[in-house]
């Protein structure tokens, strides 16, 4: 007669070998996600601070050329 139990037992120790070669799977580490978290929130942050600061630089640009007289925004007449 087929004894079921003893024969997962057998497959299992068979197995045994097999689990040790694999590293434990540990549940994620709060700390670490939180440092990953912070360094790509400063990295988005200064990148869109840097976008915002050379759109800044043109505008100042394009008024300062405004008030000067260089360019103008009315179309001129020929």
Do not use: C
Not at 26 to 41: H, Q, T, Y
Not at 54 to 63: G, I, L, P, S, V
């Amino acid at each position: 007669m087929f004894d079921w139990f003893s024969e997962q037992s057998r497959v299992s120790k068979e197995m045994a070998g097999h689990k040790i070669a694999h590293a434990t799977l540990k549940g994620p580490s709060v700390v670490k996600e939180l440092v990953i978290g912070l360094a790509l929130g400063l990295a988005a942050g200064g990148v869109w601070k840097m976008h915002h600061w050379n759109e800044q630089r043109k505008t100042r640009a394009f008024y300062d050329l405004l008030e000067k007289g260089e360019i103008g925004v009315v179309v001129a007449e020929e």
